[in-house]
């Protein structure tokens, strides 16, 4: 079973949620693995595959070491197309399927990251989206507390509507919960949208996490499509 995850925009804190919700599927038995769509900004393995197993509480794995978990790493920090263009590198979007594939066939799960939100730019003429409509993968959209974030969530979700894409969860991400007024509102706001257009669309919510202390994430809605 392939997830995407994708967030409303960049620093919506999707590789801090990818891992609590790998860490918390894992403690529950579910044999998962992270993978990351495209890596920019740093070289070796991705940073942010190594964030996720810091999260899950283990060491790189021999996919992480070989590029399966993130066949594309790149130097300069933008939106792939930019980033290829810069490092004169072809991005081949079957690579990075060959790759999901082969993470399929090790493990139960897999958690494919994106890089920032449904519309970033894979090549000048294909977007994140395209690829998660393209491969029929259910979604995981990451939200967060930050004021605009009522605008961005919704926005994304009439793009998911209008695309055909399948929701499975939306993850409202309590960070940086700078007005207990925003968050409860922004919550109340999700709920009444999710029952008027994805009525099966769970909504997780994500405490803020403060340095190393983990906190367990309620993955029923996913372990239950498996």
């Given at each position: 079973m392939v997830y995407f995850v994708s967030g409303i925009d960049t620093d919506a804190g999707k590789s801090v949620v990818t891992g609590l919700l790998a860490r918390s599927l894992r403690k529950r038995g579910v044999n998962v693995i992270t993978q990351k769509f495209i890596q920019t900004g740093w070289v070796g393995i991705s940073e942010d595959i190594l964030k996720h197993r810091e999260i899950m509480g283990i060491e790189p794995q021999p996919v992480d070491k070989d590029g399966t978990t993130c066949p594309y790493v790149m130097t300069y920090p933008a939106s792939p197309h930019l980033a290829a263009e810069i490092d004169k590198v072809t991005l081949d979007m079957e690579r990075i399927t060959v790759s999901t594939r082969k993470l399929e066939a090790l493990y139960d799960m897999v958690l494919l990251e994106g890089a920032g939100g449904l519309y970033v730019p894979v090549t000048r003429d294909y977007f994140t989206i395209d690829y998660i409509q393209e491969y029929d993968y259910p979604l995981i959209l990451v939200a967060s507390s930050k004021l605009g974030s009522i605008n961005h969530t919704l926005m994304s979700l009439e793009l998911c509507r209008t695309r055909g894409i399948k929701v499975a969860c939306l993850v409202y991400n309590r960070f940086?919960?700078?007005?207990?007024?925003?968050?409860?509102?922004?919550?109340?706001?999700?709920?009444?949208?999710l029952e008027q257009y994805f009525p099966s669309t769970a909504l997780i919510e994500v405490p803020v996490v403060h340095g190393t202390d983990y906190p367990d994430v309620d993955v029923s809605a996913l372990e239950g499509r498996r």
């Open positions: 940086p919960n700078d007005s207990e007024w925003i968050t409860n509102d922004s919550i109340t706001i999700f709920k009444h949208y």
